[in-house]
């Protein structure tokens, strides 16, 4: 049961917190010293800074829209793939707004701890997205 339970708690991570953008969910499900193993530059630690990020986020790309394509868990570990789409509306990583829709392939694994995200490990295709964006040249 507790695969399952842990396995839910991410599906509301992704779906209240970035799809909706619901905020104070953070709260609920996200420890306050949440460890992000691979934050974006300038993000800051625990819950707070996940919170900045997902409102900056959803700033940049505000019909941003995640779908959860796999999700496997094991022990405290639950591991998902996903794409993330949006339209570019807000500066992006000091690339200005383009109009331009992208979608980017994520793997993720979450650790829950009593029925919260405790860390995270992030692994995406940010040289997909950035050719998509037109900051980097796409192959010919």
Not at 3 to 11: M, V, Y
Not at 55 to 72: G, K, S
């Amino acid at each position: 049961m507790l695969l399952a339970e842990n396995k839910l708690i991410l599906r509301r991570f992704f779906e209240e917190l970035f799809n909706q953008g619901n905020l104070a969910v953070a709260n609920e499900i996200v420890a306050a010293d949440y460890d992000n193993h691979n934050p974006v530059p300038g993000e800051t630690p625990g819950r707070e800074g996940l919170i900045q990020f997902v409102a900056y986020l959803r700033r940049t790309f505000p019909d941003l829209r995640i779908t959860v394509e796999d999700q496997v868990a094991e022990g405290d570990k639950v591991v998902t793939r996903f794409t993330i789409g949006g339209t570019q509306q807000g500066e992006f990583a000091d690339i200005p707004p383009t109009g331009r829709w992208v979608t980017v392939t994520v793997l993720n694994i979450h650790r829950v701890t009593n029925g919260q995200v405790k860390e995270g490990w992030l692994n995406w295709d940010a040289l997909g997205m950035l050719q998509q964006l037109g900051a980097i040249p796409a192959p010919q």
